[in-house]
């Protein structure tokens, strides 16, 4: 390696503003809303329960039942997805007679900022542009 190579493994940095480091730091690991979003990107970083979201938001809203037959996968399954959506509060449910109905929880900033990728992209365009990174 020649003396311009640099990689993630090397540091040419002749000097380091630590003030600066330092308040950065305390930034990153004093804003709560990080959390909170890690925490509903956890949950939606499923492709399942992302793909849930869509239909839900594409039919507006879906009973168990209908979600298993679409994705193919028992009720208990889907019941799992759906736990881990509603404690997030990306979904919410309305109860008709025995059937619980479940739809996207409009309430959340999160759910809305996916509700607006879904308009946006038609999530059929969405694409990963994966390139080969050079060594």
Not at 20 to 39: I, Q
Not at 82 to 108: F, G, P, S, W
């Amino acid at each position: 390696m020649g003396a311009r190579d640099v990689n993630d493994r090397t540091c040419i940095r002749q000097d380091a503003d630590s003030e600066r480091l330092e308040r950065l730091k305390k930034s990153a690991y004093a804003n709560d809303h990080l959390v909170a979003l890690a925490a509903f990107m956890s949950a939606t970083g499923n492709e399942t329960r992302l793909r849930m979201l869509y239909v839900l938001w594409l039919s507006g809203e879906l009973c168990v039942c209908d979600l298993a037959d679409i994705f193919a996968i028992t009720q208990p399954a889907v019941s799992r997805h759906l736990k881990i959506l509603r404690e997030k509060a990306l979904v919410e449910a309305r109860r008709d007679a025995q059937t619980i109905y479940y739809r996207v929880c409009m309430d959340n900033p999160f759910a809305k900022m996916l509700v607006r990728l879904f308009e946006e992209q038609e999530a059929d365009r969405v694409t990963l542009n994966l390139k080969e990174i050079p060594s």
